[in-house]
Nanobody
Framework: QVQLVESGGGLVQSGESLTLSCAAS????????MGWFREAPGKEREAVSC????????YYEDSVKGRFTISRDNAKKMMYLRMDKLEPVDTDVYYC???????????????WGQGTQVTVSS
């Protein structure tokens, strides 16, 4: 049974940092590209970042480049998203999920966690 469990969300002030964690089980984590997605009420879920199975390739959505850092530990079946210089527009529910990486975009792969709320106050 595939399980992805996010943690680390919370309420922070603008300019502060958070690190999200995703614990994976029930599938060969080390074989999948994994990513972080976010969804605001009434909007479609969008890819924030994606990292290839070996960490060789990474993708960042334009608005988070230079502020967010994705990483993974295949031995621990864990993935992380370090978020620095957070802004109120980053307020969303963040989901851990599998992803497909293409030259200039990312698509969801079908595995999802339950989401964790990130709220950034101004």
């Amino acid at each position: 049974q595939v399980q992805l469990v996010e943690s680390g969300g919370g309420l922070v002030q603008s300019g502060e940092s958070l690190t999200l964690s995703c614990a994976a089980s029930g599938f060969t984590f080390e074989s999948f590209a994994m990513g972080w997605f976010r969804e605001a009420p009434g909007k479609e879920r969008e890819a924030v970042s994606c990292i290839s199975s070996t960490s060789e390739n990474v993708y960042y959505e334009d608005s988070v480049k230079g502020r967010f850092t994705i990483s993974r530990d295949n031995a621990k079946k864990m993935m992380y998203l370090r978020m620095d210089k957070l802004e109120p527009v980053d307020t969303d529910v963040y989901y851990c999920g599998s992803c497909w990486m293409y030259v200039d975009h990312v698509m969801a792969g079908g595995y999802w966690g339950q989401g964790t709320q990130v709220t950034v106050s101004s």
